[in-house]
């Protein structure tokens, strides 16, 4: 089914060149399928408007100035706009003297008629333009430089909008002709929505070349080489991580998992709020809801297994200093309670936003995600946890192996397309209680398969203390002294280890803990690290 007015556009073209020649319309080549274009493109949209088809939104003229403007002075491109390529242009040829003018101008070389008819001399539409005289026309009418910008705009304008209508099409003919699901052609359609409008992000990259990437890994060493040492990620303000991790990183997942009661909710509170109260922004237009984040981030928390209300607690418990189990009995007294106000007037303007809809499935999660990023803009996710979230339109009788493999490929998705990090809590299997050595490991990992293969990084939380209270000697023994002398030292101490890397180190890192504030803090003694 012929889905796209271009691809209409395109047929018309190639019956009239044939009809012209009297060939059919199989016999053409590729070089007759481009002059097809150029020659009868207008015919074929007139054709399609008169069947009440209009054309799709474009303008020439704005491709035309935009072009000029760049080969006559190329320190326009400077000023552009991000977002622009090939398929900005609605002619395919300006498209590729786009490409060509771009890639000259990031090699530092000069781009100018005599150059670029160089670089398409065996180009199968150039001739068909004009040729250099064509190149020489658009230098010639070329208008200023300072409006190059405007003409920039226009042309993204008309690309969403043609891409809108591409999603429009492709909702029209779906749900005609039923061979795909309602859901999730919505949900096919409300991801191609985000990367067409949310955030200024663009649509998805698809192949670049090597070169382009390239300079995209330079323009980071050139980055990190301007902090002069400092954190190229998200810094969670826990020193000893951040200096293992090297921050949080766009588009990674990480993994933070443990058993029942080790502190993995309250690991991932205490980062998600230590990011969001350091939130600082400059206005940018071309950021997410017009904000360019200088410093912490807005976080979006999915707290599945706790309420909104409960995890506030915990947050308001840390940045007070009062005891959330002293808070939830009544057990505060004035001092207390004006802290807590305190508090409370000191973080309410942090962004951290809090989802806490219960039985979420992966394809919910990563829509609300996306329109949370379009509304805010968005600079860190964690989900609490892993094995709550739902999926849908699986095989019946799918494992669990298969559907945390789909809900982590899912989350590493999404950390892709938002260019956000994703934290997900998970759960350990209970082989950890039969070892003596109870450090967990990764094939402690429940479904440990696809959460290994996607996360860029998997940390265990260890609390020795969790264990060594379930593990007391006869009160007055020898053991009992020595038991108690190894509980004082644990009790306030917790571990996190780092058991996969992608980019960096393992190992593992000792932080401070405050059971009744359930909340992490750095350690003072550095010599309490240790890798492996």
Same mark, same amino acid.
């Given at each position: 089914?012929?889905?796209?007015?271009?691809? %209409?556009? &395109?047929?018309?073209?190639?019956?009239?060149?044939?009809?012209?020649?009297?060939?059919?319309?199989?016999?053409?080549?590729?070089?007759?399928?481009?002059?097809?274009?150029?020659?009868?493109?207008? %015919?074929?949209?007139?054709?399609?408007?008169?069947?009440?088809?209009?054309?799709?939104?474009?303008?020439?003229? /704005?491709?035309?100035?935009?072009?000029?403007?760049?080969?006559?002075?190329?320190?326009?491109?400077?000023?552009?706009?991000?977002?622009?390529?090939?398929?900005?242009?609605?002619?395919?040829?300006?498209?590729?003297?786009?490409?060509?003018?771009?890639?000259?101008?990031?090699?530092?070389?000069?781009?100018?008629?005599?150059?670029?008819?160089?670089?398409?001399?065996?180009?199968?539409?150039?001739?068909?333009?004009?040729?250099?005289?064509?190149?020489?026309?658009?230098?010639?009418?070329?208008?200023?430089?300072?409006?190059?910008?405007?003409?920039?705009?226009?042309?993204?304008?008309?690309?969403?909008?043609?891409?809108?209508?591409?999603?429009?099409?492709?909702?029209?003919?779906?749900?005609?002709?039923?061979?795909? #699901?309602?859901?999730?052609?919505?949900?096919? /359609? +409300?991801?191609?929505?985000?990367?067409?409008?949310?955030?200024?992000?663009?649509?998805?990259?698809?192949?670049?070349?090597?070169?382009?990437?390239?300079?995209?890994?330079?323009?980071?060493?050139?980055?990190?080489?301007?902090?002069?040492? &400092?954190?190229?990620?998200?810094?969670?303000?826990?020193?000893?991580?951040?200096?293992?991790?090297?921050?949080?990183?766009?588009?990674?997942?990480?993994?933070?998992?443990?058993?029942?009661?080790?502190?993995?909710?309250?690991?991932?509170?205490?980062?998600?709020?230590?990011?969001?109260?350091?939130?600082?922004?400059? &206005?940018?237009?071309?950021?997410?809801?017009?904000?360019?984040?200088?410093?912490?981030?807005?976080?979006?928390?999915?707290?599945?297994?706790?309420?909104?209300?409960?995890?506030?607690?915990?947050?308001?418990?840390?940045?007070?200093?009062?005891?959330?189990?002293?808070?939830?009995?009544?057990?505060?007294?004035?001092?207390?309670?004006?802290?807590?106000? +305190?508090? /409370?007037?000191?973080?309410?303007?942090?962004?951290?936003?809090?989802?806490?809809?219960?039985?979420?499935?992966?394809?919910?999660?990563?829509?609300?995600?996306?329109? %949370?990023?379009?509304?805010?803009?968005?600079?860190?996710?964690?989900?609490?946890?892993?094995?709550?979230?739902?999926?849908?339109?699986?095989?019946?009788?799918?494992?669990?192996?298969?559907?945390? &493999?789909?809900?982590?490929?899912?989350?590493?998705?999404?950390?892709?397309?938002?260019?956000?990090?994703?934290?997900?809590?998970?759960?350990?299997?209970?082989?950890?209680?039969?070892?003596? #050595?109870?450090?967990?490991?990764?094939?402690?990992?429940? +479904?440990?398969?696809?959460?290994?293969?996607?996360?860029?990084?998997?940390?265990?939380?260890?609390?020795? /203390?969790?264990?060594? +209270?379930?593990?007391?000697?006869?009160?007055?023994?020898?053991?009992?002294?020595?038991?108690?002398?190894?509980?004082?030292?644990?009790?306030?101490?917790?571990?996190?280890?780092?058991?996969?890397?992608?980019?960096?180190?393992?190992?593992?890192?000792?932080?401070?803990?405050?059971?009744?504030?359930?909340?992490?803090?750095?350690?003072?003694? #550095?010599?309490?690290?240790?890798?492996?």
């Amino acid at each position: 089914m012929m889905r796209l007015p271009e691809a %209409q556009i &395109a047929k018309g073209a190639y019956a009239l060149l044939a009809a012209s020649r009297g060939m059919q319309v199989e016999d053409l080549n590729d070089h007759d399928r481009m002059s097809a274009l150029t020659q009868f493109g207008d %015919q074929a949209r007139a054709v399609l408007a008169a069947a009440g088809l209009p054309p799709l939104p474009h303008s020439i003229e /704005a491709e035309h100035a935009l072009l000029g403007a760049l080969l006559y002075d190329n320190t326009v491109y400077e000023r552009l706009p991000e977002g622009i390529s090939e398929a900005t242009f609605f002619e395919a040829f300006h498209g590729s003297l786009w490409a060509e003018i771009e890639k000259a101008i990031r090699q530092g070389l000069l781009a100018d008629p005599t150059l670029m008819a160089t670089r398409f001399a065996n180009h199968p539409a150039f001739e068909a333009f004009g040729g250099f005289a064509y190149l020489a026309l658009l230098v010639d009418r070329a208008p200023p430089s300072f409006n190059a910008r405007d003409y920039a705009l226009t042309l993204l304008e008309t690309q969403r909008r043609r891409d809108l209508l591409h999603i429009g099409s492709g909702l029209i003919c779906d749900s005609a002709d039923g061979t795909r #699901d309602s859901r999730e052609s919505g949900e096919a /359609a +409300e991801a191609e929505l985000f990367r067409t409008l949310g955030a200024g992000l663009g649509p998805g990259q698809g192949v670049v070349s090597f070169q382009h990437a390239l300079t995209g890994a330079v323009e980071m060493a050139a980055a990190a080489y301007g902090r002069d040492g &400092a954190l190229s990620g998200l810094a969670t303000e826990l020193a000893d991580l951040d200096q293992k991790l090297g921050g949080l990183h766009p588009s990674d997942l990480l993994i933070v998992a443990g058993r029942p009661s080790m502190g993995k909710t309250a690991l991932a509170t205490n980062i998600a709020f230590n990011i969001a109260r350091r939130y600082r922004w400059e &206005a940018d237009p071309e950021a997410p809801a017009g904000q360019r984040t200088v410093a912490g981030g807005r976080v979006l928390f999915y707290s599945l297994e706790m309420s909104a209300e409960q995890l506030a607690l915990r947050v308001l418990a840390d940045a007070a200093g009062v005891s959330g189990d002293r808070i939830r009995k009544g057990e505060i007294d004035a001092a207390d309670y004006d802290r807590i106000r +305190e508090a /409370a007037i000191e973080i309410g303007e942090a962004p951290l936003y809090i989802d806490a809809t219960g039985g979420l499935g992966i394809a919910k999660l990563a829509a609300r995600a996306r329109r %949370q990023m379009r509304k805010t803009g968005l600079d860190l996710i964690v989900v609490d946890y892993l094995q709550l979230v739902t999926v849908a339109g699986l095989r019946p009788g799918a494992n669990r192996v298969e559907i945390v &493999a789909e809900i982590t490929g899912g989350l590493k998705a999404l950390a892709k397309e938002l260019n956000v990090p994703i934290i997900a809590l998970s759960q350990l299997s209970r082989q950890v209680e039969q070892r003596e #050595d109870k450090r967990p490991q990764l094939s402690d990992l429940r +479904e440990s398969g696809s959460i290994e293969q996607d996360a860029d990084c998997v940390m265990f939380v260890y609390r020795e /203390a969790y264990y060594l +209270e379930r593990a007391e000697p006869k009160e007055g023994s020898e053991e009992h002294l020595k038991w108690q002398e190894d509980l004082t030292v644990a009790a306030n101490r917790a571990e996190v280890i780092v058991g996969k890397a992608r980019h960096g180190p393992i190992g593992s890192v000792l932080l401070a803990f405050s059971p009744d504030l359930t909340r992490f803090g750095n350690l003072a003694a #550095d010599h309490y690290n240790r890798s492996y």
